[in-house]
């Protein structure tokens, strides 16, 4: 039996590396290429709507760049607060409806301005698209986080991620650090944003695939440590890169002249 077990143990391993690998065969040459290419899967990256630096264009447009820089920082914050999946007070559920309307309505704003040529309230700009995508960035960790430790968690803590004014303004201080961004002259700098941005991509979408994965094992509420979540983490992770394997795949045959080199 335990023989048994440990052979169904390999096969998330060998999933995830047969994934990879094939990630690695498929998709363009070159690290940043590489970046690029994982980027379409969720972007349109026009580059109009995005940072340049140096002849560089960031791998995400300005709004996609906010939301998972702002959500990568949310995630490690939300991380370290612990294994808390209650709903956050009203105050702070209201707030985080004022980022999320603030996304939905700038998009709409720079929509109507860039390809009806109405506009509707402002001069969309690539500054209002990233701060709109910083604040839905933390309404994407906040949701993702919260069913997260709902779902896995054995030994749940009965309280909320954000419980009161004082953690989001805690916060808001670390996600402060991003207005930064947009000026940023380092090139180094510049590119380890882009991978980080990217990273976050494939995490957010993993950890979804995690969950579903857990739940359709109905392993629900079982898990203690994170050392018990690395298999069906692979699990996850496989399922993301395969979709943004097929993603990319389908943008390169409908769309073989993107703006960015394949």
Known sequence: ?????????????????????RFLILSPQGF??????????????????????????FPLCARCTGSFLSAFIAMLFFLVRGKKPAMPPKGIIACFTIFFFFWVVDGINSFSSEILHQQLLYPPTNILRFLSGIGMGMVFALIIMTIFNMVIWKDQQETALLQDWKQLGVLLLCE????????????????????????????LIAVLYTILFVVFTHKEATYVRFKELIFPLLVGFSAALLQMLLIGNMHKSFFPFSNFPL
Do not use: D
């Open 1 to 21: 039996m335990n023989i048994k077990r440990s052979s169904w143990k390999i096969v998330p391993v060998i999933l995830f590396l047969g994934v990879f690998i």
């Open 32 to 57: 940043q290429e590489k970046l690029w290419w994982l980027g379409s899967a969720v972007c349109h990256q026009l580059p109009g709507h995005s940072f340049h630096l140096n002849g560089l264009q």
């Open 176 to 203: 402060s650090t991003l207005v930064l961004f947009p000026f940023l002259r380092n090139t180094f700098l510049f590119q380890l944003a882009g991978f980080f941005s990217i990273a976050t991509v494939v995490i």
